[in-house]
């Protein structure tokens, strides 16, 4: 008996935090056709995809130079290494995010400087940036958490009376934008990650960079392969970071898609506000807020969890087969590998309450209505159930 009808009492609806098979079903035939002609030419490294890959990216970001790498924490490194960050020099960023946010500024010998967050945004705060400069300060990496810019203008602004550099973090912000102006069109660098659960996701590892510098530009190529010009010829100690062809062949398939799909996110986005304010959960857990002048792109639906049931509600979720995730459960600064530099707990106080409550819900493109009350119901019954037994 077939049973496609969700709400049919006898059929759960699984729902999976993220469904790339799914995404990619439509495009298969399009993105085997353009691997197939990378296999059959040969030209795997730097090929004709690559730089065409790299027109389509300054384009939709509204910048002079994109600069393909390996990944988006290569990006970040490389932005870091091509600006001559190194030891004595600090770089400010916030605590609440991926690690490669602040490994690559630890790689090159210089000292992280973690900044508290806008509980709202969970965006770094600019009065926060600007009290954490220092003489040694060279550079902020604000990152645009969960497809949101952060508040560019402002730190755009610190930077520039300071003599900073401004390196975005864009890993998960392909398509943003703030007062109109394309996530990595601000700072002096943009970083974006191509890994598959982003908005642009590849088959793979994949980076790219911005910039509207095009010293900077030649320089981040150069460090991107050795730092060798001419051939054989290093003039730095650059590294090896390039995107294969077959990715960018792929990513490119993609990438016409890229609009559309962030438009389908913020449908969903829309959607879960709705159906979680109409089932009154809205006045148990935070929903997400969108700051003004922001083009949010939902790489994450993230909601707070109050009062110590956000991990119960994670495990109730889990075994309604609806898959969530934690984005971040321990904050930057309290990394067992960050120890020496002396932060302890209590040092962020609102990085460490968003790392306590937030829960990041399924988002993809595709997730379908039904799915979506799905969740949301789930979320009203663990709502009802630990309220009984508090009772
Ligand atoms: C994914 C991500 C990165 C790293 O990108 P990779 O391509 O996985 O190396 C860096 N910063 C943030 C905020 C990310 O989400």
Known sequence: ?????????????????????????????????????????????????????????????????????????????????????????????????????????????????????????????????????????????????????????????????????????????????????????????????????????????????TTNDSDLADRLRLYASHGMKPRYYHQVVGINSRLDSMQAAALRVKMKHLDAWNQQRGDNAARYGQLLKQAGLDSWVTLPKVADHQDHVWNQYTIRVPDGHRDKLRVFLAEADIGTEIYYPVPLHLQECFQSLGYHSGSLPETEAASKEVLSLPIFPELCAAQQEAVVRAIGQYRQQSARSAA
């Not at 090929?47 to 790498?69: M, Y």
């Not at 988006?72 to 870091?80: F, M």
């Not at 220092?134 to 550079?139: C, F, I, N, S, V």
């Not at 998960?172 to 069109?185: D, E, L, T, V």
């Open 1 to 209: 008996m077939k049973n496609t009808n969700p709400s049919d009492g006898g059929s759960r609806i699984r729902v999976p935090l993220l469904d790339v098979v799914n995404g990619n079903r439509p495009l298969r035939d399009e993105i085997l056709e353009a691997i197939t002609q990378v296999v059959d030419s040969g030209w795997f490294l730097h090929g004709p995809d690559c730089r065409q890959l790299e027109a389509d990216v300054a384009r939709h970001c509204d910048v002079s130079s994109a600069i393909s790498c390996a990944s988006g924490s290569d990006a970040l490194l490389l932005a870091i290494m091509a600006l001559g960050i190194g030891p004595g020099d600090e770089v400010i960023l916030p605590s609440f995010t991926f690690f490669a946010t602040a490994s690559c500024i630890w790689r090159v010998g210089a000292r992280p400087v973690f900044v508290d967050i806008d509980p709202e945004t969970y965006n770094l705060k600019p009065d926060c940036v600007e009290a954490a400069i220092t003489r040694a300060t060279r550079a902020i990496i604000p990152v645009h958490l969960f497809g949101q810019c952060a508040e560019m203008d402002r730190i755009v602004q610190i930077a520039e009376s300071h003599d900073l550099f401004v390196i975005e973090d864009a890993a998960q912000a392909i398509g943003a934008g703030y007062q109109q102006r394309p996530a990595g069109a601000w700072g002096t660098v943009g970083c974006f990650s191509f890994y598959p659960t982003k908005n642009l996701g590849g088959m793979g590892d994949g980076g790219m960079l």
